[in-house]
Each structure stands twice: as structure tokens, then as C-alpha cells.
């Protein structure tokens, strides 16, 4: 693809069709279809429009946004076609409607649409444009509502994992257990793969480590540990070496012997006494079963009176065998003290029984894990290196919607304002260029909107930088680096070229990479200073021309 021009139709069958089949040009509101009737009726429905689709407020109380969802907009422009029986309901459902316009329903696809965007997995602020898509006007506005669908919830779930992200620290192993949780299958999938993009290791998810490549990882959980009586359960209780060099005929003893090692060791006389042994039955199943990826979940009777040293003499028994157990899980109680204890245990062990490493082995932690609960841990101290999170991650519970908008900014070339009581929701009249200015220290300084026809800002070069509404608030800013951020990702009939769509990994690399090139200041948890958002000199004296013609001028009597 690269910076060859491609013609719409040769390029359409490279891009795949949405992922969630659902997605079809039906899956919009009513008023889509009606207005774009109406605009047919009016003979209007060709007119060149362009819209810009952009949120207003970061979520979460932050004041950044990671841009998720283009690719999923782009496979579904490619793919636009009303199929016969669509087109059969569409007639059903609007009676009245002359057959004419049907036929041009039949007849319409993006081939004359264009989009640019930014980048997916960009961090993105309010009110700039993450999408401005220009083409015939009742085509665009049959995007609306699939746009903004596809763009809300994957920004909202791809931002709440990076502020996960970035609250747990960079140096901790992060997975996604959301799916049971999740707002339906989609919901399940999508939070999978946003949160994937937002910087998580992994996901529990299998149908997303199948159908976008997310690596899986897992535990067991607590009916896999209390469905076990006793080791005498066991039938099978050989064990061959890690180098099959040895077969150990009855695994359960070796473990017995060394669970009795653990309860006469001097470091950790007096810690426990007689542990679960229907846990132990359990424990040591799952190490039959796997015995290079050992791990177990220690919460269901007692964590250091009994799961950790079931643990730890299974994983002994391991050892023995040439075998490296993974780790274990909590999944209740006090998460900071109860990683410390067990620490200090497999400390103690690699100490007394000098093998080294042991006192490293992995402690994961779930249960109802969220920003704040993390920011605690972290303020207490803990020793947890995983963090297995779901509820409050997929189902976004601390803001339900991100509000992306999709607003008419021109016609026919006639720039377009919305007005409103609130002035926050003022859109930002014309078709826009848009820039990211860095500053000498390498951070970004400010985004700024200008007319598609303006000089670009230059490196070197100071500009007037105006918030769009607030007359006293502006800045000359002098770029040391300027970055275009719309680029284009569908052409339509322009000679443009089109953008790549790059893979989830490099997404994902592209998220994390910009989340690191932003100022600290914006992305602390309390407080974060407000990221600039500007427009030129000369679109701020348009939009105040633009309003001023357009809000009728009141009466008082
Ligand atoms: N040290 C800690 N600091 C702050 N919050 C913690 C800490 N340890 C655990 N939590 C959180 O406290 C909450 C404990 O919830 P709850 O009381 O329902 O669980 P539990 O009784 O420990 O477990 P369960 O009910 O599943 O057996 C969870 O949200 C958990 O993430
Ligand atoms: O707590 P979340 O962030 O949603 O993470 C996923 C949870 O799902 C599992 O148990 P589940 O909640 O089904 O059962 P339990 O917590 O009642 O044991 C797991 O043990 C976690 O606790
Ligand atoms: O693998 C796990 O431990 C897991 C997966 C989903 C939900 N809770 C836990
Ligand atoms: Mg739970």
C-alpha cells in the first residue's frame, strides 16, 4: 500500500469486514435512514459534507485519552454495502418512502467517502477530531451512529487498561479476566482487545487469544480446589523428570515427605501446622497435569496456614524433579499483607533448603481490583507481581461512556458551527487540519486546529495559539517538532495515498509508546494539569464570526 494511490474498489477486498458481523450498515439509529430520505427528497443528499468525530472530556477524571476503534470504522467503510433483504427491511420499516431512493440505497458505498484519522492507540485530547470523514451528505450521516459505536466503548476500555497500566508500574504482569463480567460477548471481546492496545499482557479470553493473536494465560480456580477430597483420590501419581531421566513413581509421597520437611524446618516452625489435604489433593492434580506451568490458587481455606504451604511442598516436589513451579494466586483477604507473608515464606524456604530463586516465584492477585485499589497496594507495599483484573476493567465502572460526538463542521464548503447554552459544546466549525507541537524538553505542548488551507505550523516558527473559546487564554508557541495528526486512512476518490492499518502489536507498541511521551503532570491520578487544545488565530476569529452571524441577537422588553 505504502504511498501508492489506490483506487477504492481494488483496495476494498484487502480490508476485512468488521470483526463483530453485527456490524452492518442497519446497525445505526432510524433517523439515519430518515434524514437521509429527507435529504434525498431535497435533492440535497449528494452535497459534499464533512463531519468530525470528537469527545469532550477525557474519562475517568484524567485529562488523556487513548484513540481505539479506527480499524474496526476503516474494515467497516470498506466493507459498506446494503445487501437485498436489508434493503427489503428498510422498505418494510419506512412505508411511504418513494422506491427511487431505494434504489439509490442499493446503489451506495464509500467509494466517495474519505477518512482521516489519527492513529490508533494515539493518545488523543478533547474537542481535536479523532476521525473527520468528508463524502455525499446521507451517506456520511448513515456513519454516524457506527462510528461513534465503534469508537466509544474501544477508547473508554483501551484508556481504563493504560491508567491500569500505569497505576500498577511497568514493571508488573497485568491480565484481563473480564469476559464473565463483560456487557455481553461483544463487550467481552472488545474489552479483550482494548485493553490488549492499552498495555495488558494477556487475557484469559480464549476466543480473542484465537481470533487476534492476545497471548492467554490462567490459573484455576476454586471448584478446581474444593472438588478434591483427599490425595488418596489420586490414581495416577507418576511423574517423570523434567529431562525424563527419572520416573517418580509416587509423586503424592515425594510431596508428603516434603510438606513434612516445611512443618519441622527451623525458619518456619510455629508458621502452620496440619495444612488441607483436600487442597493438597488438588494442588498436586493440577501439578500432574502440568507440571512446567504449576501454579495454584492458596485462598480457599487459609492462605498461610494452608494453601501457600501446600504450595510450596508441591513445588518442592517439582523442584526435585528438575521442575520450575510458576506461582500462586490470591484471590480474597488483605492483598498487601498476604503477598509480604508469602514472600517472606518463599524466601525462607529458598534460604533453608538453598535453591535459588525460590524466594522469586510469582504471587498473583485478584478480587475486585481496580485504579484505587492498586494505588493502595502500592501505597501500603505488597509483593504481588501479577495482577489478574475484571470487573472493574471491562465494564469500565467508574465511567460507563466516553460521549464521542460525530458533528457537521462544512457543506458544500460552507463551514458549519453548532451552538449551545453550554460552551463546551460548541462545536469547532470547518474542515481542519490537525498538529501536535512539541516542546524543547520533547513533550507535547499543545494541539492545535487550523483551516485545511492554512500555512501548516513550522518547527522554529512561533505561533498564535488560541483557546477556541477563551478570549484570554492563548500562547505563542515555538515547535522544536511538528507532528500532522489526521492522516489518511480512506481515500475515497481522492489521489491521497492510504495509511496502512497496522497490526494489534504494533498498536498496542504505539499506545505505550506514546503514554511514555506525554508530561507526567497530565497523566497523574489527582489533579492532572488540563493538555492544551488550541486553534489558530485565524479559525478563532471564524468560529466567533460564524457565531455571532448565527445566534440570533435577543430582546429585552
Ligand atoms: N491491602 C489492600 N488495600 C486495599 N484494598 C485491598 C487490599 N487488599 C484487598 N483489597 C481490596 O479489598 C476488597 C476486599 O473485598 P471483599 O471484602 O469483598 O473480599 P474478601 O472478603 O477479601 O474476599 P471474598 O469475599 O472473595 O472471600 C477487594 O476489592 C480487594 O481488591
Ligand atoms: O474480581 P474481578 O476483577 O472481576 O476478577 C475476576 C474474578 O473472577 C474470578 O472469580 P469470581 O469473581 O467469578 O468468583 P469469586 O470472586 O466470588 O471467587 C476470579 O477469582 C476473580 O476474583
Ligand atoms: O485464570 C484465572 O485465574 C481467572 C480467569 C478468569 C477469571 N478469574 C480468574
Ligand atoms: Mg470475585
Redesign the pocket.
Known sequence: MGSMTEAVGSAAPLIPAATNPMVTPLLTDLYQFTMAYAYWKAGKHKERAVFDLFFRKSPFGGEYTVFGGLEECIRFVANFKLTEEEILYLQSVMPGCEDDFFEYLRAVDCSDVEVYAIPEGSVVFPKIPLMRVEGPVALVQLLETPFVNLVNFASLVTTNAARHRIVAGNSKTLLE??L??AQGPDGGMSASKYCYIGGFHATSNVAAGKLFGIPLRGTH??AFVSSFMNPNEILDKTLQSHDGSITCKDFVNLVQTWLSKLQHSDSLHGLFGDTNQSELAAFISYALAFPDNFLALVDTYNVMRSGVPNFCAVALALNELGYKACGVRL?SGDLAYLSIETRKFFRAIEKEFNIPGFGETSIAA????NEETLDALNKQGHEIDTY??????VTCYSQAALGCVFKLVEINKQPRIKLSEDVTKVSIPCKKQCFRLYGREGYPLVDLMCGVNEPPPKVGERILCRHPFIESKRAYVVPQHVEELLRCYWPGKSHEAREKLPSLQETRDRCIEQLRKIRPDHMRRLNPTPYKVSVSGKLYDYIHFLWLNEAPVGELQ
Open positions: 479476566f473480564g464473565r463480567r480456580s476454586h484471590d485478584s478480587n475486585d481490583l489478574g483484573i475484571g470487573t472493574y476493567l
